[in-house]
Nanobody, 121 residues
Framework: QVQLVESGGGLVEPGGSLRLSCTAS????????MGWYRQAPGKQRELVAT???????NYADSVKGRFTIFRDSAKDTVYLQMDSLKPEDTAVYYC???????????????WGQGTQVTVSS
């Protein structure tokens, strides 16, 4: 019904940069919040950053000043610009979107399949 497709992960050295992108498609009436979460091996999934449909943002303390979330609402796409990457940023990054889909009667959360980010020298 609604699909989220991520891209942009990979291997980068400490101090490097990556940009993740996530595009939503399907029977979408409206998208409220979009965001990025991550899960490192042996750890729980955690919030990285979110952005509302009016541009309000929220960041985890661990990424403030290094990561920037932004979206192109016309393309139903959210981005995560990651700078000054650290080894502890290594994780699978998941895109999330709160969507009102055609034929539904409430907001629902959808997830992407995840993209691996590895920060290592």
């Amino acid at each position: 019904q609604v699909q989220l497709v991520e891209s942009g992960g990979g291997l980068v050295e400490p101090g490097g940069s990556l940009r993740l992108s996530c595009t939503a498609s399907g029977k979408i009436i409206s998208i409220n919040v979009m965001g990025w979460y991550r899960q490192a091996p042996g750890k729980q999934r955690e919030l990285v950053a979110t952005i509302t449909n009016i541009g309000d943002t929220n960041y985890a303390d661990s990424v403030k000043g290094r990561f920037t979330i932004f979206r192109d609402s016309a393309k139903d796409t959210v981005y995560l610009q990651m700078d000054s990457l650290k080894p502890e940023d290594t994780a699978v990054y998941y895109c999330n979107a709160r969507v009102w889909a055609l034929g539904r009667d409430r907001w629902e959360d959808f997830w992407g399949q995840g993209t691996q980010v590895t920060v290592s020298s």
